[in-house]
């Protein structure tokens, strides 16, 4: 019997930058704030670097603060 392991709560975070067209705000499945996150948008994975802020979205939640720092076309080796 094979076990899976439970999935990871979604987050509320705000990003910055990046290409023209990607939200201001994304929810990512993460276990707490992660230092980079990745989010899929047309066909690319484009990359934010986490900055130890934290802004107000959605009518008053609190998000982190993620400024764009590249992309790439691929997915991570084993993921």
């Given at each position: ?5 439970p ?12 290409p ?20 899929e948008?047309?066909g690319?994975?484009?990359?934010f ?28 080796p084993?993921?």
């Open positions: 019997m094979s076990e899976t392991a999935p990871l709560p979604s987050l509320l975070v705000a990003l910055r930058g990046g023209a067209g990607l939200p201001a705000t994304a929810l990512v499945a993460a276990a707490g704030v992660p230092g980079q996150l990745a989010v948008h047309h690319r994975r484009e990359l670097e986490f900055t130890g802020r934290y802004v107000t979205v959605d009518g008053g939640r609190s998000a982190p603060l993620y400024r764009w720092s590249g992309s790439d076309r691929g997915a991570r084993g993921r």
